[in-house]
């Protein structure tokens, strides 16, 4: 399976675009987008069109720019799916998520990160491989070094040693796009803007 995994796009309707012809150009099965979708709710236009009108599967979290209400109306929109506190199974994969971040307008808790994750988990936890997808990056990361602003989640950091999945996909911390680090035996990658293509 190949997938295209990006965010931070910030409404920024030429990057997704940009991203929307990648992911056409690429033939990815694919595209997860991991939150920051919009600049603080004000450009929800043409963000998500570009992937479905080039025919692409589309699996989203918010992130702290938008709310959890905007994700669920984006998805409802364009009949894509929302994976905050959900799971979904594609081929032989599970994916499961939580948006929002620990700082921010649309701020949850350790705990309520932590629970998101479980609920989503859970049902997909007999599957051989698991993507966790998150806005937020985990806490004593490489990515937490670049920012002493956006701190890390420790429930994150928790949820990966918990549930163990393959890989995990985040966002939020821009200077620390691309970065890709192994904590434990998960794979951790900051997808960024510029998207990353995931061969699995």
């Known amino acids: 399976m190949k997938i295209l995994a990006a965010g931070d796009i910030h409404g920024d309707t030429i990057l997704a675009k940009k991203l929307?012809?990648?992911?056409?150009?690429?033939?990815?099965?694919?595209?997860?987008?991991?939150?920051?979708?919009?600049?603080?709710?004000?450009?929800?236009?043409?963000?998500?069109?570009?992937?479905?009108?080039?025919?692409?599967?589309?699996?989203?979290?918010?992130?702290?720019?938008e709310s959890f209400a905007t994700a669920d109306f984006l998805a409802e929109l364009y009949g894509i799916k929302n994976i905050h506190g959900y799971s979904?199974?594609?081929?032989?994969?599970?994916?499961?998520?939580?948006?929002?971040?620990?700082?921010?307008?649309?701020?949850?808790?350790?705990?309520?990160?932590?629970?998101?994750?479980?609920?989503?988990?859970?049902?997909?936890?007999?599957?051989?491989?698991?993507?966790?997808?998150?806005?937020?990056?985990?806490?004593?990361?490489?990515?937490?070094?670049?920012?002493?602003?956006?701190?890390?989640s420790k429930a994150l950091d928790k949820a990966i040693k918990t549930f163990r999945p393959n890989i995990l996909l985040c966002s939020h911390v821009h200077e620390a796009e691309g970065i890709e680090e192994k904590i434990g035996k998960t794979k951790v990658i900051n997808v960024g803007r510029k998207g990353k293509i995931i061969n699995l």
């Open 20 to 65: 929307a012809n990648r992911a056409k150009k690429e033939k990815v099965d694919l595209v997860i987008l991991c939150g920051d979708l919009t600049h603080f709710e004000k450009s929800t236009e043409n963000i998500i069109g570009p992937f479905v009108k080039n025919n692409k599967k589309v699996l989203i979290i918010p992130g702290n720019h």
């Open 88 to 152: 979904i199974k594609y081929k032989d994969i599970g994916l499961f998520g939580c948006g929002g971040a620990n700082i921010g307008p649309n701020r949850l808790s350790e705990k309520e990160i932590f629970d998101t994750l479980k609920k989503g988990f859970n049902n997909i936890r007999n599957l051989n491989k698991k993507i966790m997808v998150t806005h937020v990056h985990p806490a004593h990361s490489k990515m937490s070094k670049f920012t002493s602003f956006f701190p890390g």
